[in-house]
């Protein structure tokens, strides 16, 4: 009985400091202590720089320099969850967030201060164009996301859907080109072209149901073929029903 | 080519005098029994609408043959079928016809017995040949069919001189391309050197020319020139990294539309041209190299240079020929 109580007590005891640092995140000790630019540094020395090297510098065989990365590219691997990653090799996918809004801020903050790297942007989808961001939509992302978004395959790597995406990271990840993802200047895509190419995307991950059951947004044919095959249970029933009238 | 017609002809000829003689033969042995099929019915109409239902039929397999040989824009594949599907159509309603109104019926009841019996066989043999008793104008009739079995014949295997050397097959092979066009990007403004950027890809069209032709579009990437691995002749083909490939996939023709390109090359996949479609991979530094997927040949590569004004211009025309795998049958630099 004893003995129980003393690992309750223990348990209770060391539940903060277990429940503090996720896994895979390695923060300074003294964070509350620290300036921002200093706690900027601390973390990206405990979690970036074994691929990215000292101070960005980037190292041959395991990751890029982040020297002109800027926050662009900052916001977009860390907001998203791409980065950190446990294995240079892999292929960054969208996860969990493991630091704190704070410790983003300043992470992105140090980053930026590294070089001279691109701000983070801010879109306006809501000047866009829906009939020119579906055009360029077309032309520009289809190929790999499909039209409506929904991710697919490009050889040696998966194409991430857009259904999480916020504007911001739209935004960023045209420009940057992640991974294997082109980058289009803004003579590709001008600022006013984005802000329609962002609507469109936003208009896949919300789109407009006329009324009745969406299914999903599965695609016509699917959605065709749930309507025959429930219309054909209904029928079949009706028929039951007059048969069995007409018999008795 | 004279010696192989010649060879063909007196075969035919053989085949004939044979036939002749065997044909004189039987039709004594059989002339001394009386017929065992009544005589058939005599119409006269309906063989003369055979004969020119046959006729018909040779006149739509010459008519293809006539239209692949010219060939030109006008609907081309349209007219094939359709002359093609007339013969076939035409022939089908001449056997019809002669079915029901010239060959005469009788339904015979009979146990099965051995047909090997010579005698047997005689008798079927006369039953197929008085079942024709109804046709008069034999010799109207039998050059009617032949001469539709012969067009409908020769049209079939027509398409098969593509692969010879007979028929000019060379506007498959051309393209508008031509050294010193420049090269006009999607939004209608020509494509400066300068402009073009690394980890992003590009869409152009020859100057003045039909964007729908299948040897207009090309894809246009732009490496490190350290990265590029050409083959030796094309050296000067990527003036500051910049290449240009066709942009119609060479397995089923769909457009290149997809880049990847690696964000920190020691770890992730090397720059590649994708295809959507059947994800056929080709590598851009290498030529256009097939490096996955069903296609069977290269990229063809657009040798590019830069003018005097700063524009990507064509030096040349393609590597290879452009377009989807019918093209692979004779394959050789477009024109």
């Known amino acids: 009985m004893r003995r129980l109580a003393v690992a309750i007590l223990f ?13 895979g995140i390695s923060r300074p000790a003294n964070a509350s202590a620290l300036s921002p630019i200093e706690l900027g540094a601390a973390l990206y020395a405990g979690n970036c720089s074994t691929c990215h090297g000292i101070a960005g510098r980037g190292t041959s065989d395991r990751g890029p320099s982040l020297r002109d990365a800027g926050a662009q590219a900052a916001d977009f691997y860390l907001r998203t969850g791409y980065m950190p990653l446990t294995h240079p090799d892999q292929q960054p996918k969208r996860g969990h967030v493991d630091f704190s809004e704070r410790e983003l801020r300043v992470l992105i903050a140090y980053i930026a201060s590294l070089g001279n790297g691109p701000p983070v942007p801010a879109p306006h989808p809501e000047r866009g164009n829906l009939r020119e ?28 859907p857009l259904d999480q995406a916020t504007a911001t990271q739209i935004a960023e990840a045209v420009r940057i080109g992640p991974y294997l993802m082109p980058k289009f200047s803004e ?31 599965i695609g016509p044919f699917p959605e065709g073929m749930i309507t025959w095959l429930l219309a054909a249970l209904a029928l079949i029933a009706t028929c039951m029903v007059i048969g069995r009238r007409l018999g008795s | 080519m004279k010696r192989f017609v010649l060879t063909l002809l007196a075969i ?27 005589p058939g019915p005599h119409a006269p109409r309906a063989e003369l609408a055979v004969a020119l239902l046959l006729f018909a039929a040779a006149l739509c397999g010459a008519g293809f043959i006539v239209v692949y040989a010219v060939g030109g824009d006008w609907n081309r594949t349209q007219l094939q079928g359709i002359t093609l599907g007339g013969a076939f159509a035409f022939l089908a309603i001449a056997l019809i016809t002669v079915g029901k109104h010239l060959v005469s019926e009788e339904e015979v009841e009979d146990s099965y017995h051995d047909p090997e019996h010579p005698s047997e066989q005689e008798r079927i043999d006369k039953i197929v040949e008085e079942s024709a008793s109804g046709i008069t104008r034999k010799k109207l009739l039998i050059t009617a069919g032949g001469a539709a079995g012969a067009a409908v014949g020769l049209a079939a295997i027509t398409p098969a001189l593509t692969l010879g ?79 240009a490939f066709s942009k119609v996939c060479t397995h089923a023709g769909c457009a290149i539309a997809l880049y990847r390109k690696p964000t920190f090359k020691p770890t992730q996949p ?17 030529g256009g190299e097939v490096i996955f997927g069903p296609a069977g040949r290269p990229l063809p590569q657009l ?4 003018g005097g004004d700063g524009i990507l211009r064509a030096g040349g025309n393609f590597s290879g020929q452009v377009g989807p795998a019918y093209g692979t049958v004779r394959s050789r630099r477009p024109t």
Not at chain 1, 152 to 159: E, K, L, N, W, Y
Not at chain 2, 15 to 34: N, S
Not at chain 2, 303 to 306: D, G, H, I, K, S
């Open chain 1, 133 to 160: 961001g579906l055009r360029l939509f077309t032309s520009h992302c289809a190929g790999c996301h499909q039209i409506v978004g929904q991710g697919g395959v490009v050889t040696g790597a998966r194409v991430p």
């Open chain 2, 165 to 243: 050397p007979l028929l000019d097959t060379d506007e498959l092979r051309e393209t508008p391309w031509r050294r010193g066009l420049r090269l006009i990007g999607e939004d209608g403004k020509p494509l400066f050197a300068g402009q073009v950027e690394e980890e992003t890809f590009y869409t152009a069209f020859p100057e003045h020319a039909d964007r729908d032709l299948i040897g207009s579009p090309v894809v246009v990437v732009r490496l490190a020139p350290e990265q590029l691995r050409l083959p030796p002749e094309r050296a000067k083909w990527a003036p500051l990294g910049i290449v």
């Open chain 2, 12 to 38: 035919i000829n053989g085949l004939r005098r044979r036939r002749e003689r065997i044909g004189a033969r039987e039709e004594e042995a059989r002339r001394e029994e009386g017929p065992i099929v009544p």
């Open chain 2, 270 to 286: 090397r720059p590649a041209l994708v295809c959507p479609c059947h994800y056929s991979t080709f590598d851009p530094a290498r």
């Open chain 2, 303 to 306: 040798p590019l240079v830069v």
């Open chain 1, 187 to 217: 003579r590709d895509i001008s600022p006013a072209q984005l802000d329609s190419l962002v609507r469109y995307v936003q208009l896949t991950q919300h789109p407009p149901d006329r009324g009745g059951w969406g299914i999903g947004n």
């Open chain 1, 11 to 23: 348990l209770l005891a060391t539940a903060p400091a277990h429940a503090q640092p996720p896994a």
